[in-house]
């Protein structure tokens, strides 16, 4: 099936965001934002947009506002309608680069200048207790996926056009960047979902985001970096301990309700800086667009890298998706995402789009580490994208992880409304703050002391104290299981105010 004529897609599936207060009407909002994306190669020539009812759901506007900006655009040449209602990227329209590892290829297309698109994130985000946590009887452990809703036969179904179609040379030593199908169907996800500036030669396919961490501090250590810094509070214990095992010296950088605060960059005197912007983890704050920007001009003056770690922004529920910061400043920023969060972790595909000027020596380590990824489960991979498969997996997903959260917050404002929810309108885990004079520790303690698996915010703090936090992960529970977990909470919570 072509790929490219799936016309089931909803309006998280291609990155329009609305600015309702702009004073400019909303179609010719979306209008710009898709001929943007058009521009600059997110959407390619060929590729289908969602139908107008579709889009028009998601992002809350009337279907004739968006029938006009698709009329508009397909009097403009940019889109193309076919019959049976598809509304596609114009087949003349041209390729915004050239092949995979050419020079061209290096090329960046124009930044966007519908200014609708706000710029901004790991497997590191994993319980690595899993194990040891069994003898709860409820465990709100963070970062884990149901891999129980693994789809095996859409799966099964490109594993078996891999082994009877791929070339034979596909199955030999490959180059340190993986194969060209899997990069060229991350590209165009990427470019359409995230709003990233991706091309084929930028991309490293590697095994999850602990690996390509690891070969990321390799390189920066070998160019010359000294200090790396980190967000405060973060769960990053991959580039924390990498990092100390190359001589680089690593700092926290405090994070406020809306991210890390950009105010302390300078101070930090930092080579590298690691974010998750689009869902802080743990607290969920979301960095503006105008600390975005501060972020980069921050890295352009010292010559720095941020590191991207997008490791859940495909589960959106109460807000339009934020795009990514790499797509605002590529030359500067290392995009990380991987297949842990969206299908299972066990699967190890992790991927990285990298500056050009570091993709030859990132490449050159990932074979050095291993000789490069599983070629069948890449080429696996790509088919999956291609058919449109995880696109409709997510769509299935989104909601069955929404009324996961919907029971969480629910049930904490029933049995322990004296928590404050926080980091709810995306991804896998809730994090909720403790009112002042409760003690983290002690809760935490109490709680596994009646059955109930929780962390507390606190030991993930690199440098000194702050408000003592909850983290709720959600995401392999059932809604009667959290609301049980809740109510033990709530039963700790009284045994330490008693004592």
Not at 342 to 356: F, N
Not at 436 to 453: K, M, S
Request: charged share 20%.
């Amino acid at each position: 099936m072509d790929r490219l004529r799936t016309n089931s897609r909803l309006a998280e599936d291609v990155l329009i965001e609305l600015d309702r207060d702009a004073g400019v009407s909303l179609h010719r909002q979306i209008e710009a934002s898709i001929r943007a994306s058009i521009r600059a190669g997110r959407l390619r020539a060929g590729a289908s947009l969602p139908p107008s009812r579709t889009l028009a759901a998601g992002l809350g506007v009337s279907r004739g506002v968006v029938v006009e900006a698709y009329q508009q655009l397909v009097a403009e040449g940019y889109l193309a309608s076919r019959s049976g209602g598809y509304t596609q990227v114009a087949a003349s329209m041209p390729p915004a680069a050239a092949g995979a590892g050419s020079a061209a290829s290096m090329a960046r297309p124009a930044a966007s200048s519908a200014g609708l698109r706000a710029g901004f994130g790991a497997d590191s985000k994993a319980d690595s207790g899993a194990d040891s946590r069994a003898g709860f009887r409820v465990d709100f452990g963070y970062g884990r996926t149901d891999v129980s809703q693994f789809p095996r036969a859409a799966w099964l179904r490109s594993v078996r056009t891999v082994l009877t179609t791929a070339p034979n040379d596909r199955f030999a030593y490959l180059d340190g960047r993986g194969v060209l199908e899997l990069r060229q169907a991350l590209c165009d996800y990427l470019n359409r979902v995230r709003g990233t500036q991706a091309v084929p030669g930028d991309v490293v396919v590697c095994n999850g985001y602990g690996q390509g961490i690891s070969l990321l501090i390799q390189v920066l250590a070998r160019r010359g970096a000294r200090r790396i810094a980190l967000e405060d509070p973060s769960s990053d214990d991959d580039a924390r301990v990498l990092a100390g095992a190359a001589g680089l010296e690593v700092v926290g950088i405090p994070v406020g309700p809306d991210g890390v605060q950009v105010d302390a960059l300078d101070a930090a005197d930092a080579d590298a800086l690691v974010l998750t912007p689009s869902h802080q983890w743990p607290t969920g704050g979301v960095l503006s667009a105008a600390a975005r920007a501060e972020v980069i001009r921050w890295a352009r003056r010292r010559g720095a890298i941020v590191v991207e770690d997008d490791y859940d922004a495909e589960y959106r529920y109460d807000r339009s998706p934020v795009g990514a910061m790499q797509g605002l400043a590529p030359d500067h920023v290392v995009y990380c995402g991987t297949a842990s969060k969206t299908l299972a972790p066990g699967l190890r595909l992790g991927w990285m789009v990298v500056p050009p000027q570091l993709v030859a020596d990132v490449a050159a380590a990932k074979l050095l580490a291993d000789r490069g990824s599983s070629v069948i489960d890449q080429l696996t991979f790509a088919d999956f994208l291609g058919r449109g498969e995880f696109d409709r997996h997510l769509r299935r997903m989104r909601p069955v992880y929404r009324r996961r959260r919907d029971a969480l917050l629910d049930a904490l404002r029933t049995h322990v409304p004296e928590l404050r929810p926080a980091g709810i309108a995306a991804g896998q885990h809730v994090v909720a703050w403790l009112p002042p004079g409760l003690d983290e520790a002690a809760v935490v303690a109490a709680a596994a002391r009646h059955g109930l698996g929780i962390q507390g915010v606190g030991r993930f703090r690199i440098a000194g104290a702050g408000p003592g936090g909850l983290i709720f992960g959600y995401a392999i529970l059932s809604e009667s299981a959290i609301a049980e977990g809740v109510a033990l909470l709530a039963t700790a919570i009284r045994e330490v105010r008693g004592s």
